[in-house]
């Protein structure tokens, strides 16, 4: 088993030493065309070819199983590239000694200074001396090639699990948020507070305009609703900010390299897309431009915000906040699961996001987040509950993650009612190896880093996720005497004078 924690990545690069591996090569099938502009990855090969069993149950636990045998073909190519050099070593000498020797001929019939053997041709010495280094280009081809296969499955590995991560499918239940609404449960009640009908009774939401425009999983909110959007923003906002963060607003598009180095793939371990890629013209593929990309959430812009930098370790924690537009393509098949606001295209999304070093602090970044996710729930009123989520459900590049699930009247029928609506997760360093993001720890400190450039690792957050949120909001506060809406307090102050929402004469 390995001497460091269950999750935290090894803090000692490469199977090689920097003076043997000549050739750090391009990583990934999804980088085998990695633009010259692009990060260097930096992946922990050798942790990964000192424990492939753990690796390989990692991938197990997480529905990565045809991934599952990457880390036994790392050590056995490990072991390939090992002969090579030894192969190599005897070739290069002898190439070296060859060398030498014809730099020292004094006539053309090859003899040297003091050489009391037998004379030897000239053009024979140099016919070997092509024959040797057509060998040693050939075992360094070789070399390469393994370099580019092992790197090739090392970035594709999910990263390690923690240990408050519960294995298989069912999450454990941490805690609740507010309590239970307590209402009738009969179909025709369970009909009004579908949000659907509330937003087209209210004239708050339109799907059928959507739909011609845009497709199915879009939407246009209107009125209020609109309103409200923007309400629930600056509300986030405000919460975060009074907790230290620094606010940013990112872009949308992103290098599509960039997506998939913090762990977004273009389709995930179930081949289903998920995200959105920029069409590129005739002159940008000759050229060699790097494909853009939708940004599926603000956590890729945040991240690569640092990459290919070095970080000075007074620096961190660093925490960023921030609302965007959202792209995601899988918002799943048609049906009960999908219907309104709960699975779109786009959506406006408030994220949070860090930077801290890789010495246990990450945690209380990660309690931090989710306390103000507790605290901002609260006020709006949504009852709702805890959840560390099981390895099943992590993405590649967490190895933590807990979900808050809010109560939804009409979602009765699917998962007892309960919809997500915030995620937090740890990524230890998955992004920044992967982005080239660095820090630079204080000499003066005594640690066992100290003076080292180390990989901090990344914690994320959704402070609020507009859409779920406000249809949540719609079903729970909904009046069927008065047919209305209950504007939480919280709210208010952005809402223009709205208390309640009421259909427009």
Not at 76 to 104: C, I, M, P
Not at 216 to 223: Q, R, S
Not at 273 to 297: C, M, R, T, W
Not at 323 to 340: D, I, V
Request: some cysteine; proline content about 5%.
């Amino acid at each position: 088993m390995p001497t460091r924690s269950t999750y935290s990545i090894s803090r000692y690069l490469g199977i090689f030493s920097r003076k043997k591996r000549k050739c750090f090569s391009t990583i990934c099938s999804h980088y085998s065309s990695r633009p010259s502009i692009a990060p260097k990855p930096a992946i922990d090969i050798k942790h990964i070819r000192q424990n492939p069993e753990l690796y390989s149950k990692t991938c197990i636990d997480r529905n990565y199983k045809g991934k599952a045998e990457s880390p036994f073909k790392i050590v056995t190519l490990f072991d390939e590239w090992q002969a090579l050099q030894r192969n190599g070593r005897g070739v290069r000498e002898k190439r070296n000694y060859l060398r030498t020797k014809l730099s020292h001929a004094k006539t053309s019939s090859g003899r040297e200074e003091g050489d009391q053997g037998p004379l030897q041709d000239k053009e024979s010495l140099l016919d070997e001396a092509r024959h040797l280094k057509e060998q040693v280009a050939d075992i360094e081809a070789n070399e390469n090639r393994i370099n580019a296969e092992i790197d090739n499955l090392a970035i594709d590995l999910p990263n390690l699990t923690s240990s408050e991560t519960p294995i298989g499918n069912e999450p454990r239940i941490v805690g609740y948020i507010n309590e239970l609404p307590d209402r009738p449960s009969n179909s025709y009640d369970r009909t009004w507070r579908n949000h659907v009908h509330i937003g087209k009774e209210l004239d708050l939401l339109d799907f059928g305009s959507a739909a011609t425009t845009s497709g199915w999983g879009w939407y246009y909110l209107k009125n209020d609703a609109a309103l409200l959007e923007q309400a629930l923003v600056q509300y986030a906002l405000s919460v975060a900010l009074r907790h230290d963060f620094s606010l940013v607003s990112p872009p949308s598009i992103v290098y599509s390299h960039i997506s998939s180095a913090c762990g977004f793939r273009p389709r995930d371990q179930n081949d289903e897309q998920q995200i959105y890629s920029v069409q590129q013209n005739s002159k940008d593929l000759d050229k060699g431009k790097p494909e853009l990309s939708l940004a599926g959430s603000a956590e890729i812009p945040f991240a690569s915000m640092k990459a290919s930098t070095i970080m000075e370790d007074s620096e961190l924690p660093l925490r960023i906040v921030g609302s965007s537009r959202c792209y995601r393509a899988e918002a799943g098949a048609r049906g009960f699961e999908t219907k309104g606001l709960y699975r779109v295209h786009e959506f406006t999304k408030v994220e949070m996001f860090g930077w801290t070093l890789p010495d246990g602090s990450e945690t209380k970044l990660f309690e931090t987040m989710i306390e103000i996710q507790r605290e901002i729930l609260e006020g709006i009123g949504l009852y709702c509950r805890i959840l560390e989520m099981p390895s099943t459900d992590l993405g590649a590049s967490a190895v933590r993650k807990q979900d808050i699930e809010a109560y939804f009247p009409s979602r009765r029928e699917k998962n007892d009612g309960w919809g997500e609506v915030t995620s937090t997760s740890i990524c230890t360093d998955y992004q920044t190896r992967r982005l080239g993001t660095r820090v630079r720890t204080d000499p003066v400190q005594k640690t066992a880093i100290k003076g080292k450039l180390e990989y901090p690792f990344t914690v994320n957050g959704t402070a609020m996720a507009v859409p779920r949120v406000l249809a949540a909001l719609l079903e729970n506060n909904w009046d069927e005497q008065s047919m209305c809406v209950r504007v939480p307090k919280v709210l208010w102050p952005w809402m223009l004078g709205t208390e309640v929402i009421q259909r427009r004469r």
